[in-house]
Structure formats: C-alpha cells, structure tokens
C-alpha cells in the first residue's frame, strides 16, 4: 500500500507539466523579484531620496546666495559730488542708499580733479574736509546743521611741484596728446580721508549724506570731486570674497548635509510612528507557530523499545490546530493543509513500520 503511494506521488512529480512549471517558475523568478512588493518599496524610496537630495542642494545654493549678499556688503561705494562755488569755500553734498554694514571697516578717500593753472599752483596747500551724516528722518538728502554727524575728517593736499624747465619739456613732449584732445594739462589728486572707519550697529549709525569742502584762501579751480568708499575685509568675510567657489562649494555643501540629517531624521521618526499595529490574526498565527512543536528523531525508553514519536507529536500538533481554528475564507485552506500534513504523516509511519520489520 505504502510502495503504491510512493510510486503515485513519483509519477505526480515527474509528469511533464509539472516539469513545465518548475522551469517557468525558474524563468520567472528573477522578474517576481524585480517587482516584488518589497523591490517596489525600494524603488519609491530611492526615488524620494534622490528628489529630496537634489531639492535639498538647489535650496542650499540659494540660501548660500541669499547669505553672501547679506552678509558681504559692498566693496566699493562711489559718489560724485558737484561742487558749489561763489559763497565762500566750494562745497557739495551726496546721499547714499542702504549699501554699508555694521562693524564693517571702509577706507574713505577724495579723489580731485584740478587744472594745471598758474592760479591753483600759487594756492600751494590747502585743505579738504569731509563728514559723513546719518539717515534722516525728514527725507532731505542735504544735511541740516542741526544733524549729528557720525564721522568727520581734515586732510591737507596740494598739486606736485615741478620746476619751470621740467614743465616746459613735458608739455613739449605731451604737445601731440594735448592737441588731439587725448591728454589733458590736470593733475588727479588722491586725498586719504578716514582708514578703517566703522560704524555702529544700528540703521540709524549708518551714513545717509555726505558734506565735501574745499578749504583754501585763494579760489580754486576744479573739474571734478569724487568720494569714494572701499570696504576693508577681515577674517570670514575676506575668505568669501577672496576665494568665491571654494567658499560656495564648502558653505553649500555643509547646509546640505545639515538639511539632509535633519530630513532622514525625521523620515525615520515618521516611520516608527505611522508603522501599522500588528493584528489579532497576526498575533494568533505567531502563537500557534511558536506552539507547534517539532518532530524528532525515535528514542530509546527505559525498556529497551523504541516510541513513536511521529504519533505524540501529531496528536499534539493536532490537539493544537484544534484549539486555534482558521477563522473566515481560511477554514477550506486550513483543513487541506491539515489532510495534507496527516498524509504525509501516515507516510513516514509507514516507512518506520517497514524499517521495524
């Protein structure tokens, strides 16, 4: 009976669709892994993670941009200042916008602009006053007498000397240039006014208006007057001016790592909180299978004779089925794995039946 069993079962698994199955099961194993639920969830996860890598670094560029123009302010500051004559010393005024930054050192100098003319050299020295005032509250962009002003220099100037022959031989020699309109008889003076001046913090410590006079006892003539002020850069700020890529790909880069240990972070938080409850199903099946014990091999007893441990252990296996029965559309599958089981365990009785006689 048992050998009719076993020749049945032989013949089951070698039949022809059976061999068809197993090759179309190899075949299509490695595409039922590629789109199992688990590859799935793989793919959207790396999908999510190189989106919010590349959002994360596009944001740190601009942040970093947004850094850099506040937080560096403007090198070079230029105002022309037009200069008026005919009551007294010649004086001009000019306003600034919000281009300066607390704490920030500038060098502030006076660039001038004068003729060559026998009068302006029997001047010799004379003097060149500056202030700076302010914001006012008013909207004037002249400054009031009644204003503060947040910082005030005097500095001395007067045009280069040079003797009566060594004039004559450069104007012999630069004749070409004057008469074609490229050169002019003027000399640019450069006066240094305030160096490393700073201002409070504070909108109201920063310059809104300048004063520039011309202090001299004989009358001047003058082309032009410029006021000029260049930031001074320290530490930090000198670094990031000086070597601009650098400081952009070394500042971005660390907001982005910032950005993204705080994003996976709470990516990982969100998944131990959203993570679904185990069932009371779940929790039966997981105690039935930690309750069904395992077959072992036939020991000896006291006696001398061999049990049956096949037998005990199917009761017990059976008593347990029992008391933990499928609930639903399960029952039909439970029952066919039970008849399934209790076959193949009259099998092995068989075989130990044979092997005893």
């Not at 989106?51 to 403007?74: R, V």
């Not at 082309?223 to 500042?251: D, Q």
């Not at 006291?302 to 008593?319: I, L, Q, W």
């Not at 933990?324 to 439970?334: E, I, K, T």
């Amino acid at each position: 009976m048992a050998d009719s069993e076993y020749a049945d079962d032989e013949t089951e698994y070698d039949s022809p669709s059976n061999s068809q199955a197993v090759i179309k099961d190899a075949l299509l194993a490695p595409f039922r892994v590629l789109l199992s639920r688990t590859a799935l969830r793989i793919y959207l996860n790396i999908f999510l993670f190189s989106g919010a890598t590349l959002l994360l670094l596009g944001i740190s560029g601009i942040a970093y941009g947004i850094f850099y123009m506040k937080f560096i302010p403007t090198v070079g500051v230029y105002r022309d200042v037009h200069l008026q004559f005919g009551d007294g010393n010649p004086w001009g005024t000019a306003s600034f916008e919000s281009e300066f930054v607390s704490s920030q050192p500038y060098d502030v100098a006076v660039t001038l602009d004068l003729p060559r003319t026998p009068n302006n050299l029997d001047v010799g020295n004379f003097m060149v006053e500056l202030t700076l005032y302010s914001r006012q509250t008013g909207g004037s962009v002249l400054p009031a007498s009644t204003l503060n002003p947040i910082s005030q220099s005097r500095r001395p100037a007067i045009l280069t000397y040079s003797s009566p022959l060594v004039d004559v031989a450069r104007r012999i020699v630069r004749l070409p240039l004057y008469v074609v309109g490229w050169r002019r008889e003027a000399e640019r003076l450069e006066v240094p006014m305030m160096e490393k001046v700073q201002f409070a913090r504070g909108a109201k410590n920063l310059p809104q208006s300048l004063r520039l006079e011309i202090q001299s006892d004989n009358k001047m003539q003058i082309y032009s007057a410029r006021v000029e002020l260049r930031a001074r850069f320290t530490g930090l700020r000198w670094c990031m001016y000086r070597w601009k890529l650098t400081s952009f790909v070394v500042f971005s880069s660390l907001f982005w790592t910032i950005s993204m240990s705080s994003a996976g972070l709470t990516w990982l938080v969100l998944s131990w909180v959203l993570q679904p409850a185990p069932t009371l199903k779940d929790e039966e099946e997981g105690e039935v299978k930690e309750e069904l014990p395992e077959l072992v091999k036939a020991e000896p007893e006291d006696d001398g004779s061999f049990s049956d441990p096949v037998n005990a252990k199917e009761e017990e296996r059976e008593s347990l089925l029992q008391s933990y029965p499928p609930a639903g559309d399960d029952a039909g599958q439970g029952s066919g794995l039970q008849s399934a089981e209790a076959r193949g365990v009259q099998k092995r009785r068989s075989h130990l039946t044979e092997d005893d006689r």
